[in-house]
């Protein structure tokens, strides 16, 4: 009878807290929170680099290391996503995320925040890549729009992130703080998880038939690289995240070190930034309900090449303000557009286009690091002419419909 009431009791507490929070909403907030960590991060880098004597190549090192040997761990993950154990990986993603964070928040040493940001890559992939991965294969066809509102969610995060960590900072705390708080909402997360009902994908782990053997899913692998379509948006993928997270990542040295913003400064700058980077993405919602997705990302790549130009020649710090704030608003659909036509590639294998991404993330980090060395050699103005590849990339590259796509 004691064991029936605990049960009964279990059971209850399980649907109170999946009633809570719906699985589509969950997910929202788990993009949520990645975007948070991600704005924190980045608006703290030139503390942290104060704080532990970073210098520019080690910036790249943290910029671009962990996305580079993510590439070797995950592509399983993301392919085990694609079987019954998905729900276990977003957990087991989640708990390293919490030490991921609480490594940072109490460290001392360049080694060890290394270390850190190298666990946090591919525990987020596990955690809100599979999130989003499974959002995807609950809403078939809509896959650009579903991918706008998944924006939009990252969107509010990272407004809100920097605007946090300049508070703390005008109250005379330091950046620890902040990696502490994510590292208990994660953990709040964690356990909003557990309960949560995430669809099965036995289905898919049976058509391999072998199960989660190594040889089935490195197949599977090696089949979606040959897909040349899917390879298209994958690449493209990372060259727009040169002008998106890329540019993300450096503005804050660059506000700091280039035109001489204080630490609150450069945060609550990075914060106007956000809110230029969310009023585009709810405003990108209804336009991609009218407006042809890879029309809109070639059209607005275009336009951001230019001002991206504009910027980096721009003498005034006031000019270079206006163009940074500008650009944050023309960068429409570009993540939205090109991840949603990867996933529409390969319907229903979710997981092995993020495992596929996975390996395309090397070309992403290696460039991260680059601009790092390079910045470490000519300075980092000149360093920052490298991210025009992105705009170039799309301009170039995107197809402007199914048929030119198979032409090409």
């Known amino acids: 009878m004691v064991k029936e009431s605990a049960r009964d009791k279990s059971v209850l507490l399980s649907k109170l807290l999946r009633g809570l929070l719906p699985l589509t909403y969950l997910f929202l907030v788990n993009e949520f929170f990645d975007e948070l960590n991600y704005g924190i991060g980045n608006a703290a880098l030139p503390s942290i680099r104060t704080d532990l004597g970073i210098s520019y190549v080690q910036v790249g090192l943290l910029l671009g290391l962990p996305g580079v040997i993510n590439t070797f761990i995950e592509p399983l993950l993301m392919l085990l996503g694609d079987t019954r154990y998905r729900k276990h990986i977003i957990l087991a993603g989640g708990g390293a995320i919490v030490i991921s964070l609480v490594a940072i928040a109490s460290t001392h040493s360049f080694l060890v925040l290394l270390l850190g940001m190298v666990i946090g890559f591919p525990a987020s992939g596990a955690f809100v890549s599979l999130s989003q991965a499974t959002l995807m294969d609950l809403n078939p066809g809509r896959e650009p729009q579903m991918m706008a509102r998944w924006t939009v969610a990252g969107s509010v995060a990272n407004l809100i992130g920097p605007l946090i960590l300049a508070g703390g900072f005008a109250l005379g705390f330091g950046w620890r703080w902040a990696f502490l708080g994510l590292a208990a909402l994660c953990t709040l997360l964690l356990c909003l998880t557990w309960f949560s009902r995430i669809p099965s994908h036995e289905k898919?782990?049976?058509?391999?038939?072998?199960?989660?053997?190594?040889?089935?899913?490195?197949?599977?692998?090696?089949?979606?690289?040959?897909?040349?379509?899917?390879?298209?948006?994958?690449?493209?993928?990372?060259?727009?995240?040169?002008?998106?997270?890329?540019?993300?990542?450096?503005?804050?040295?660059?506000?700091?070190?280039?035109?001489?913003?204080?630490?609150?400064?450069?945060?609550?700058?990075?914060?106007?930034?956000?809110?230029?980077?969310?009023?585009?993405?709810?405003?990108?919602?209804?336009?991609?309900?009218?407006?042809?997705?890879?029309?809109?990302?070639?059209?607005?790549?275009?336009?951001?090449?230019?001002?991206?130009?504009?910027?980096?020649?721009?003498?005034?710090?006031?000019?270079?303000?206006?163009?940074?704030?500008?650009?944050?608003?023309?960068?429409?659909?570009?993540?939205?557009?090109?991840?949603?036509?990867?996933?529409?590639?390969?319907?229903?294998?979710?997981?092995?286009?993020?495992?596929?991404?996975?390996?395309?993330?090397?070309?992403?980090?290696?460039?991260?690091?680059?601009?790092?060395?390079?910045?470490?050699?000519?300075?980092?103005?000149?360093?920052?002419?490298?991210?025009?590849?992105?705009?170039?990339?799309?301009?170039?590259?995107?197809?402007?419909?199914?048929?030119?796509?198979?032409?090409?």
């Not at 005034?316 to 570009?334: A, C, F, H, S």
């Not at 092995?352 to 000519?378: E, P, R």
């Open 204 to 408: 898919v782990e049976t058509s391999h038939q072998a199960g989660i053997a190594g040889k089935a899913l490195l197949a599977g692998l090696w089949g979606a690289i040959r897909n040349a379509h899917l390879m298209r948006w994958l690449v493209l993928l990372q060259f727009s995240d040169l002008l998106l997270d890329v540019l993300t990542g450096y503005l804050p040295i660059y506000f700091t070190d280039v035109t001489g913003m204080s630490l609150a400064q450069a945060s609550l700058m990075m914060s106007v930034l956000m809110l230029a980077g969310l009023i585009s993405n709810i405003v990108l919602i209804p336009i991609l309900e009218r407006f042809p997705g890879r029309n809109l990302v070639r059209i607005s790549a275009g336009v951001t090449g230019i001002l991206y130009v504009a910027w980096l020649l721009a003498p005034w710090l006031w000019v270079k303000l206006i163009l940074i704030v500008l650009i944050k608003l023309v960068t429409l659909g570009w993540y939205e557009v090109l991840q949603g036509e990867a996933f529409a590639t390969v319907p229903g294998w979710s997981g092995t286009v993020m495992a596929t991404g996975s390996v395309t993330g090397a070309l992403g980090g290696g460039i991260s690091f680059f601009i790092g060395w390079v910045a470490s050699q000519a300075g980092l103005p000149a360093a920052m002419w490298i991210l025009l590849l992105g705009p170039i990339s799309l301009v170039l590259f995107v197809p402007r419909s199914k048929a030119e796509m198979r032409a090409r």
